[in-house]
């Protein structure tokens, strides 16, 4: 039985998180960091093949503003679908959960009971335990037995979307920066640099709030954003050579 169950015993070790504390970390997590490193790697492929095919500074800021702008609200409208999606689905199950307490009562009750005995109880301690749960709370009881869900504290599509056009944006930032500042022939040098940096600080936030390998998720997200600019760079120089 999982710590969050289980009755009896202490706070979760501190190398365990709570189940739904790790579950909010990880939606904030998709939604922050992923939507950091998007920011990053997508604006930085944009100035970067500008900027290989013009020198102008207009163009090139003109550019990474508005890949920041259609990126920002992209994620957020792909994340508000994807999480309002999700939590509809997860409001009809719990619907469903109330009205069979409702109508099959003691056939809920005894499925509790059942739950608690495959998780390693005896039949009479799964049978009291699932009766305790029932009169403290027999709704919560069962969403988080059966379904999973904590039903007071489901996702909020409007908190993903924000945190998602935010994060998008911020990291969006540094590329435009990076571009936007140096010197001439230091631009592209510069913003490579400095993109691959970032990536790597990210990459390995990543890893270590989902409790991943560190190396494995830097060297992914490194490897990616170079491929990403050193392909847009190969296009805009083609653009430039070809006159387009």
Known sequence: ???TTEPGRGAPHPHEPHAEGLAS???WLR???LGANDGIVSTAGLVVGVAAATTSLPAI????IAGLSA???SMAVGEYVSVSTQRDSERALLAKERMELRDEPDFELAELADI????GLSPATARQVAEELTAHDAFTAHAEAELGLNPHQLTNPWQAALSSAVSFILGALLPLLAIMLPPTTARIPVTFGSVLVALAVTGSVSARLGGSRRGRAVVRVVIGGALA?????AIGQLANVSGI
């Open 116 to 119: 608690y005995q495959a998780k």
């Open 31 to 33: 939604a922050g960091v």
């Open 229 to 233: 600019m050193a392909i847009t760079y």
């Open 1 to 3: 039985m999982s710590e």
């Open 71 to 73: 990126g920002a609200i």
């Open 25 to 27: 970390r990880l939606n």
């Open 61 to 64: 800021f003109t550019a990474g």
